[in-house]
Structure formats: structure tokens, C-alpha cells
């Protein structure tokens, strides 16, 4: 044995992987191939802990393929708020749900704020850096969030403890859902550039891309799957090039979401929804918008893709199958149609919005642009709560838009704009 060998055996026998299957094995490899930009002192053991993350909803979107497939079943019966919390400042981003079935929120003046199952504050930690990106849990509970400043800080255990600046163009930091990897580690996104990060913020690769990313980071066909903002996607293994494997030939409304291993789909400008296939690089139509506006992001239910669309004064949740045929039409809302000050019809303009969540049964969950909540269940009925969630009010007493639904332990937590936190529970 060389001693390259023999100092690469040393450093190997000094880490203990904690995880099972072929997440150890996957992280295993990782490692080999990342050890040169990792210190580690062999005298003194580490202990990763690898796997997926724990928790109902631990990154946005629950998933590292976007799904919003909920791990649980979703609320049955009539809904009603279990409780209600108005954090102080504004949400920008949907909150996770971490092992142990606590909550996570980032706030515009970036605080991390911990909500336990009852909704009572367990803990509030001061990240800086201005407004933040979308929080993400790695596989030991480590919360992971990019800053406008384009720092990665780590907090642990309710506290900052390690900070990465990434570089990169400030104006465009922190709005890049970040990758939780089953290693421990985490894969985060600024402006035009990727960077894979170890669980204690070291740099292990960096790439760049021709544009900037747009939307949350995925993981499936072996590779981080980045969508830029003009719809183009890029596939990349760390410590190697990125490689363009398609696009969706426009810019994608919210996000991309997988339907299978190599099927990226996505809402493109309200008109489609355009499937990608990333092993050959082709892109197609799935369903035509027709006479309605599609609302991105999906969620799937493997091919099954459920989905927001307005026409005006009304607004639908979609199923759509893997032909992209209308399996499901359920009116969700109904409000006058806007006109012009001389009484024509106005242009139509998608207010903000926010993608549906879907449990194994088909149950749907859904928030629709003007901040009415409520479920769909799998076999069609429509439940709305009967009072607004978000309203129009301050900051200080939770008021706003809905930013985001998140699938916990019960039921199915709110977001609000104004600062407002809301879980939803069935009867």
C-alpha cells in the first residue's frame, strides 16, 4: 500500500457513518470522492449522520424531487384552525416540518423561528445577513439557510454555528431552496453558481452555469437537478462539469417536480404543463392550459399531477394523469370577474400563489391566489375553511397573502406574508 493509501485508510477509519442501507453506501462514496476538500483530523473520530432527513416536511416542497407528496394523510372532514401564531415579521417562504414534529420559519429580518406541535415558540435564532432563502433540514436536524448576504449559515440545536460565505451576486441570494443530501451534507444555489457544502459548512465543489438558477434544487436521475431562469436544465455531480440535459423552453412558474426517475415536469408561462425527459433530453407538452391559466408549482402523486387554474372569477384544482387528460375538475372558489373603470373586462394577471400539497390517497390540499384554504378529498368533495387565514392585515398580527402550505404531524400548516402561522386540522 502507497502511503497516499495509507493516510486515505486513516482518515476513512476516523469517520463513523450513522444510517442504514443504501444511504450509508451512497454517502460511503461521497466521501471518497470528496475527501480532499474535507479536514478531518484522524485522532479524533466523527460521526455523520446520513440518510434522508427526518420530519413531515423537512425541505420545501417535502421532498428532494419537489413532489409535494405529503408523508401523511391529509385532513377529512370539516377543517378548522388548531392553532394560530403571528411571528412579528414577514414570511416570504413556506416553513418545514422537522423530526420531533416541531416547525421552522424564516422571518424578513432574518430570525429562524421554532414552533413546537402545539404551536408555542421553542426557540428563535438571530441568522443576519438581511432577508433569507427557504430553510432546509440536513440528516441530523442541522437547519441549513442562504442569506441575501450569500452566506450559508448552519444553525444547530437552536443556534448559528457555522457560516460559509458563497460569493456570488448579492441581488440574487437566498431565494434558491437549498439541497438536503442523504450523505449529511447539503447542495446550495446562488445566482449562477452550485456549491456542495459538508454538514459543517466546508466547501467539498463548486460549478457554475450560464444563468441563474430559478426555483428549488432537486435530486433524481443520479444527479442535483438545477432549472435556470430561462427553463433550462442542468444536471450535476460534484466534482465534475454541470451538463445541460434539456429545458422546458420557457420559464417554469414555481418550480420544477419530478413524476418518475427521469421526468422533470413543470408550469410554463400559465399555457402547459411541458414534461422533460432528462435521459433523453427531450421536452413535450403534457396538457394544454386551453380556456384556463395554469398555477405552478405541481404536486405528484407519481404521474399524477395536481395543479391550481384560474379562469376569470374561478378558480379549479386539476388532476391531471400521465397522458396529461383531465382525470379531476374541482371548482375550489368563485369571485367576481374584475373589470375596467368603463366596465370591459381586464387583462388577466396571475396574483402570487402558492402549489397544492397531495397525500397517497389523493386528498389535496390548496391555497388559491386570493388566500382561500381548503381540501379536496380523493374523490372529489370540496371543504373551505370558512374564514380567511391570511386577511389583509399587518405584519404584527399575521396578516398577508399565503406563501405557503406545508404538510405536519395532523394536518397541514399556512404561511402567511404579514407574519402568520396557522395549522389545519380535519374534524
Do not use: N
Not at 421553542?122 to 433569507?132: L, N, Y
Not at 450523505?183 to 457544502?197: F, I, K, N, P
Not at 379549479?316 to 400521465?322: Q, S
Amino acid at each position: 500500500m502507497t502511503a497516499r493509501g495509507r493516510r486515505r485508510r486513516a482518515l476513512f477509519a476516523s469517520v463513523v457513518l450513522t444510517g442504514a442501507g443504501a444511504a450509508g453506501a451512497a454517502a460511503a462514496t461521497w466521501l471518497a470522492g470528496a475527501a480532499s476538500a474535507q479536514t478531518v483530523d484522524p485522532r479524533r473520530p466523527t460521526t455523520l449522520t446520513v440518510g434522508a432527513p427526518g420530519g413531515a416536511s423537512p425541505i420545501d416542497r417535502v421532498d428532494a424531487q419537489r413532489t409535494g407528496l405529503s408523508r401523511a394523510p391529509l385532513p377529512t372532514g370539516a377543517l378548522h384552525v388548531a392553532w394560530r401564531r403571528a411571528l412579528g415579521a414577514s414570511i416570504d417562504h413556506a416553513p418545514i416540518a422537522v423530526a420531533g414534529g416541531d416547525v421552522v420559519a424564516v422571518v424578513g429580518r432574518g430570525d429562524l423561528v421554532t414552533l413546537d406541535r402545539d404551536g408555542d415558540e421553542r426557540g428563535r435564532a438571530t441568522i443576519g445577513g438581511g432577508a433569507s432563502g427557504p430553510p432546509a433540514s440536513l440528516s441530523d436536524g442541522t437547519i441549513v439557510v442562504v442569506t441575501s448576504a450569500a452566506d450559508a449559515v448552519f444553525v444547530i440545536r437552536g443556534a448559528p454555528r457555522f457560516r460559509t460565505h458563497l460569493g456570488g451576486e448579492r441581488a440574487l441570494a437566498g431565494g434558491v431552496s437549498p439541497l438536503a443530501l442523504d450523505d449529511g451534507g447539503v447542495v446550495v444555489g446562488v445566482a449562477h453558481e452550485l456549491t456542495a457544502l459538508d454538514a459543517r459548512g466546508g466547501v467539498r465543489a463548486r460549478a457554475a452555469l450560464p444563468e441563474p438558477i430559478h426555483g428549488p434544487l432537486l435530486s433524481g436521475a443520479g444527479k442535483v437537478i438545477a432549472v435556470t431562469i430561462s427553463g433550462a436544465i442542468y444536471g450535476w455531480s460534484p466534482g465534475r462539469e454541470a451538463e445541460r440535459l434539456g429545458s422546458f423552453g420557457g420559464p417554469v412558474d414555481g418550480g420544477a417536480a419530478f413524476s418518475d426517475a427521469r421526468t422533470l415536469v413543470g408550469v410554463v408561462e400559465g399555457a402547459r404543463l411541458q414534461a422533460v425527459d432528462l435521459v433523453r433530453g427531450s421536452s413535450a407538452p403534457r396538457a394544454v392550459a386551453g380556456g384556463t391559466y395554469f398555477l405552478g408549482p405541481p404536486a405528484m402523486r407519481g404521474a399524477a399531477a395536481y395543479l391550481l387554474a384560474e379562469t376569470p372569477g374561478r378558480d379549479f384544482l386539476l388532476t391531471l394523469d400521465a397522458a396529461g387528460q383531465e382525470t379531476g375538475r374541482a371548482l375550489v372558489a368563485t369571485s367576481p370577474p374584475p373589470t375596467l373603470a368603463d366596465g370591459g373586462a381586464a387583462p388577466y394577471s396571475a396574483a402570487p400563489h402558492v402549489g397544492p400539497v397531495v397525500d397517497r390517497a389523493g386528498a389535496v390540499a390548496f391555497a388559491t391566489p386570493d388566500g382561500r384554504v381548503g381540501m379536496v378529498s380523493a374523490t372529489g368533495a370540496v371543504d373551505t375553511l370558512g374564514e380567511s387565514i391570511c386577511g389583509r392585515g399587518s405584519a404584527a398580527r399575521g396578516g398577508g397573502a399565503v406563501v405557503g402550505l406545508t404538510p405536519v404531524e395532523g394536518g397541514f400548516v399556512v404561511a402567511c406574508d404579514g407574519g402568520g402561522i396557522a395549522k389545519i386540522v380535519g374534524s
